[in-house]
């Protein structure tokens, strides 16, 4: 069964327009991280965020925003105002005792945003 | 502030040659993790390294190996290279703790095999 799931291969939104990529994973530990990242067209990985089971509190960078929460084992993560150079490939991973807290990745989302 | 350094940055090797792709941490972090990304795939797990100790192995192949240096870098050898091999290389670095710390990552090391 997937870990992480994101379910959304691809968005494609215009300029300015806000934009929700869902995360949703699975684990039974108790104590895991969460992450995104970014991967512009260039190739390299962005760390974006980290944020740890016991820290439900949501959190705002700018124009970016994540929703964590575990009733529902999502980790959202909104962009407000969308720009191109937000166009980028953004992954969800989890890091679970289980796995013995390597990094788990979804399988991306593609955002693309349009002028 | 000092990143995680790959070299070199793009490769191209013929099938059944050998390469080395190389990763610099950033200063302090002792465990390095290697991750290979196909196209359109999302980063697989291969191999990490804790105080130059193997700590952890993934879906690394028998061709590849790896150490970690006393100067805490760390070398990716890939023998009898195969097409399938085309990738994207990443290496990434974390103090003592693991991934769960910030893994930061280099800016990778695309290789391709011809």
């Known amino acids: 069964a997937q870990k992480v799931t994101q379910a959304q291969t691809e968005i494609s939104v215009v300029e300015k327009e806000d934009v929700t990529l869902d995360c949703v994973y699975e684990t039974r530990d108790t104590t895991y991280y969460l992450f995104w990242y970014k991967q512009p067209p260039s190739g390299e990985l962005v760390f974006l965020i980290r944020r740890n089971s016991f820290d439900e509190q949501n959190e705002i960078s700018g124009r970016y925003s994540w929703n964590f929460q575990k009733s529902t084992s999502s980790f959202n993560f909104t962009i407000t105002a969308s720009q191109v150079v937000d166009s980028a490939v953004y992954f969800c991973a989890l890091s679970e005792l289980d796995s013995n807290y390597q990094l788990i990745w979804g399988a991306g989302t593609k955002l693309i945003i349009k002028p | 502030a000092a990143g995680v350094i790959q070299s070199p940055r793009h490769l191209i090797k013929e099938k059944r040659e050998t390469a080395t792709l190389k990763c610099y941490p950033i200063?302090?972090?002792?465990?390095v993790y290697w991750y290979q990304q196909g196209p359109g795939q999302d980063p697989q797990f291969l191999i990490s390294f804790y105080e130059k100790m193997q700590s952890d192995k993934g879906s690394i192949p028998d061709r590849f190996s790896a150490q970690q240096f006393s100067d805490y870098h760390s070398e990716l050898n890939m023998s009898s290279l195969e097409l399938g091999d085309s990738a994207l290389y990443f290496c990434a670095s974390s103090l003592k703790g693991g991934v769960y710390t910030e893994a930061f990552f280099g800016q990778g090391t695309r290789l391709t095999v011809v």
């Open positions: 200063p302090r972090h002792d465990t």
